[in-house]
């Protein structure tokens, strides 16, 4: 029996040793997409290199010359967006990477505060199982000595009267009873040490298999972050191409228009530029209340009087009144626009003559301060003196609607000198500025817009189609 004992109880002690799988790193897939989009881009600007190469120096300054470069320096700026989409891509893995490697690192501390909380509780009841096993110990060796059941009942049965037996025989009960239940205590506490282990050992396990991934996260990491490096220096090389092409498109582009005096706007406007003046006329087109229209209507009522006669049944007549609301924005008010440089009539660079011309330009054939009037009749919301884009730019609310029912927005961009202020209400015809050269210009002209349904670029159309 002693030997069984020993063997729970060794059993019971045996500590698993420390095992543990490999974590799983965060994997970047390569997007076949992005892949086919940069040969696609590449393709396109072999066949552009081939068609410059074509122009010979006499003929560098002419307008095809600056759609070809144009094009090269747009298919120059498809691949700098694939880089800097793959840029992005590899930033957001980097990142994920960085938060798991952060997450795992404070789990492993959870998990090894655990481990230290199950080795005390394990400490805590070795002792106490010692304590009890030693004791049981005894016990069993005082009855293997007394001669265990035969030294009890010779216990039982020597002299001493029936009370003297009855006396005995308690005292064996006691003594069985106590047996008993230090049996059970170290039964139960083997049961919770094996238990306690048995977490130990699992949470052992999973801590092993955190520092495998934690280990493959930041190997992971290290090499992401060298391809983010490579895309900077990538991105970084293009952009500086793009802008060394940009300048000779620019400085041909000048050249182009002193000549034939036909100036209008540099074809490297920021992007960012445009969508900071949309958002200028977003928020000040709120604080203004935009035409509407009302249809006429028609009221019809109807009048009843009775007359009655002694003896007579009721006699009932009844009169109808029209009443007609008057029509706040009749036919007459459609909208009608005249030239907003009425000296330059003749449009010298169209809507859509080039990516991201949303209107027309009238150039004053070198000529600055020419009159700038207002196309149509509304209110100023916007007065900009900008030094770069659109430069000294006005944009008027109509207050007439298209034919259909659309509100109006007009761009004035280029000129010297505003003379009309936000807020101020301006006839058809009326002088708003002087035309000139500000921002993004390559020589006196006046950059005409209409914005049609709301004051954003993406509604701009043809100023053609609603000039005389």
């Known amino acids: 029996m002693k030997k069984r004992i020993l063997s729970v109880i060794l059993a019971a002690c045996f500590i698993f040793s420390l095992s543990s799988s490999g974590g799983t790193a965060l994997a970047v897939d390569g997007d076949s997409s992005l892949s086919e989009q940069r040969a696609e881009a590449q393709r396109k600007l072999d066949e552009i290199e081939k068609k410059l190469a074509q122009y010979d120096s006499q003929s560098e300054d002419t307008e095809e010359y600056l759609e070809a470069l144009d094009k090269k320096i747009k298919y120059l700026t ?68 007394s001669g265990s059941f035969d030294s009890v009942l010779a ?37 919770e040490i094996v238990d306690a282990k048995e977490k130990l050992d699992e949470k052992n396990k999973t801590l092993g298999e955190k520092q495998l991934q934690l280990k493959a996260d930041k190997e992971s990491l290290k090499t992401r972050k060298t391809e983010l490096l490579e895309k900077q220096e990538e991105m970084n090389s293009q952009q500086a191409v793009i802008e060394e092409q940009q300048l000779e498109a620019n400085q041909k582009l000048k050249r182009l228009h002193d000549k034939t005096a036909e100036y209008g706007e540099y074809r490297d406007m920021a992007q960012s530029d445009l969508d900071e003046i949309d958002d200028a006329i977003a928020e000040a087109a709120k604080k203004y209340v935009k035409p509407t229209t009302t249809a006429p209507t028609t009221t019809t009522t109807t009048t009843t009087n009775s007359k009655k006669s002694d003896g007579d049944a009721d006699n009932t007549t009844a009169a109808t009144t029209t009443t007609t609301t008057a029509v706040t924005s009749p036919p007459a008010d459609r909208i009608s626009l005249t030239y907003p440089c009425p000296s330059y009539t ?65 761009l004035y961009a280029h000129n010297n000198d505003i003379i009309v202020s936000e807020g101020q209400y301006v006839k058809k015809g009326q002088q708003i500025a002087y035309s000139g050269s500000t921002g993004n210009s390559t020589g006196p002209h006046c950059h005409f817009e209409v914005r049609v349904g709301g004051p954003y670029q993406s509604c701009a159309v043809d100023p053609a189609a609603y000039l005389p």
């Open 155 to 191: 216990f039982l049965i020597e002299g001493g009267g029936v009370q003297s037996f009855m006396t005995r025989l308690e005292m064996v009960r006691s003594v069985s009873k106590q047996d008993g239940e230090l049996l059970e205590s170290v039964r139960a506490q083997t049961t």
């Open 346 to 410: 003749t449009i010298t660079c169209g809507f859509g003559a080039y990516e991201g011309h949303t209107g027309c330009d009238f150039s004053t054939r070198g000529n600055e301060d020419q009159r700038i009037v207002a196309s149509e009749s509304g209110t100023v919301i916007l007065v900009r003196l900008l030094e770069r884009s659109y430069g000294h730019y006005i944009v008027i609310m109509h207050d007439k609607l298209t034919p259909s029912g659309k509100e109006v927005y007009t």
């Open 78 to 145: 498809e691949q700098f967006n694939l880089t800097k989409s793959e840029y992005k891509s590899l930033e957001e893995k980097a990142v994920e990477l960085e938060n798991s490697i952060s997450a795992n690192e404070k789990e492993m501390e959870h998990i090894k505060l655990e481990v230290k909380e199950l080795e005390a509780e394990i400490e805590e009841l070795s002792a106490e199982f010692n304590k009890n096993y030693e004791l049981y110990c005894k016990r069993l060796r005082a009855m293997y000595i």
